[in-house]
């Protein structure tokens, strides 16, 4: 049980490396291959059409300009995974396939970016974002949302930095909840590898969390675990596990316990905003 395939959605912005540098990190332990996806909006899009009618030549215009964008991000694009693979020393090739270490590969389509990221995770393991905001295009937001709630695969959120490892100390968010236990056995490749793995649950939820439960459930996976718990006070659940995770040397914050009707909220303004938006170490997530 491992992760073999972690795809990336590049755009062309800064933001790329940071998912691309956390994508190269989550492969190293499994020597898995990375699949960055770059794709293209169709530049008919751009056209506002409403009430007032655009002349022919005006349309065109807008088309050409938004083609050109799209160029210029395609080629920003393929830049940040060539300087990515280069400072990870990892090949370049030019599609997936198993062999002795990380390899990166970079695919370019033309469809709606929900709709192709939504085939790709298909048959991925691993989905990796950067930092999702409430400014960011709906489309980036729809297709981050699609991924984790309809796709059943699981997505890891980059820090705005490029971590070093991903997965060699492992702190698990726990609250009892059917999300936090599939987000536990959809991570088990990382915690059986880890070297230190912790769960910590936050007295606030419905759902009381029972850490020596979980132990107990990891030791029958060869994975040794400890537990405690903390009192939320007056901060967000969210603040607590990422203060915990950022301050004592974790690599990996494993998150779930996000219910259907509430992820769009939760994720945009609500109790995860400040793990999905701002998360300050890697953060796994299983809806």
Known sequence: ?????????????????????????????FSAHVEALFVHADPRECVPYGELPLSPDIVQDLIDTAADLEKASSKSARSNVAAMADESSVRIVAAPQRGE???????????HLPRALDKAARLCDLVVFPPIRETDDAE??????????KV???VLL????CPATVGQAVIIGWDGSVASAHAL????????????VEILTVQSGAIPGNGS????YLALHGVEAKTRSLSRGGALTAEVLLDVA????????????????????????????????HPRIPVFMMH
Do not use: W
């Not at 980059?158 to 930095?161: F, K, M, T, Y």
């Not at 991570?187 to 880890?194: I, M, N, R, T, V």
């Not at 974790?250 to 995860?272: K, N, P, R, W």
């Open 1 to 29: 049980m491992s992760f073999r395939k972690i795809l990336v959605p590049v755009s062309g912005v800064n933001r790329d490396r940071f998912a691309l540098g956390t994508a190269l990190a989550a492969a190293k332990p």
């Open 101 to 111: 270490g990380v390899t990166i590969s970079y695919l370019e389509l033309r469809e």
């Open 140 to 149: 980036v937001q729809d297709a981050f949302i699609r991924t984790l709630m």
């Open 185 to 196: 056995t959809a991570a088990l490749p990382y915690l059986k590898q880890a070297g230190r």
């Open 158 to 161: 980059s820090p705005e930095h």
């Open 213 to 216: 439960d979980v132990v107990a």
């Open 246 to 277: 950022a301050h004592e040397g974790f690599d990996l914050l494993v998150a779930g316990g996000y219910g259907h009707s509430q992820m769009a909220e939760a994720i945009f303004g609500g109790v995860t905003e400040h793990i999905v938006s």
């Open 152 to 154: 059943g695969r699981p």
